[in-house]
């Protein structure tokens, strides 16, 4: 019967250790940052040479809606807009973040998730930026 107490005592240090240490492995990296993800933010954002926040954000919408996005969710004071659209089965959101860079500018990044993956392809981003810098130069030229 010891022997039998014993064993599982080890048996319990074992299994111990292992789950600890697994999971302290898992929340080491939940934090890292790697180069693949510096170059994935360069591509998700662009400076614009304007301070009007607000204009910017009513051009993001209009961009994300001619994009065939629904907007679920946009908020001045924190600068983001969430939208999401079906393509075939999944469904791909994007949300928006417009914050100031200095007095001058500023910096608009896109995130699109497609399902749960975020999408690391740099033509979706260029493509969206594009639409957008088209809309802001539609707005400056009051062309609606």
């Known amino acids: ?5 014993r064993c ?4 319990v240090i074992l299994f111990s250790i292992a789950v600890l240490s697994g999971c302290a492995t898992t929340a080491g990296k939940a934090f ?3 180069e693949s993800q510096v170059k994935l933010r360069s591509m998700q954002t662009r400076a614009f040479d304007t301070t009007d926040k ?7 919408m209009s961009t ?10 946009a908020d001045l004071t924190l600068g983001s807009v969430s939208g ?11 949300t928006v973040t417009v914050r100031p860079k200095g007095e001058k500018q500023l910096l608009v990044r896109a995130n699109a998730q497609y399902g749960i993956k975020s ?4 033509e979706t981003y ?3 930026f594009t639409a957008l810098e088209k809309a802001l130069f539609l707005t400056a030229q009051q062309v609606d």
């Open 119 to 122: 999408v690391e392809d740099p």
């Open 64 to 73: 994300m809606q001619d994009l065939e996005f629904v907007i679920d969710k």
């Open 8 to 11: 599982c005592g080890i048996f």
């Open 32 to 34: 890292e940052t790697s």
């Open 1 to 5: 019967m010891k022997k039998l107490m």
């Open 54 to 60: 607000q204009k910017m954000m009513q051009t993001v």
């Open 126 to 128: 260029q493509d969206f």
């Open 84 to 94: 999401s659209k079906f393509l075939g089965y999944a469904v791909v959101t994007m």
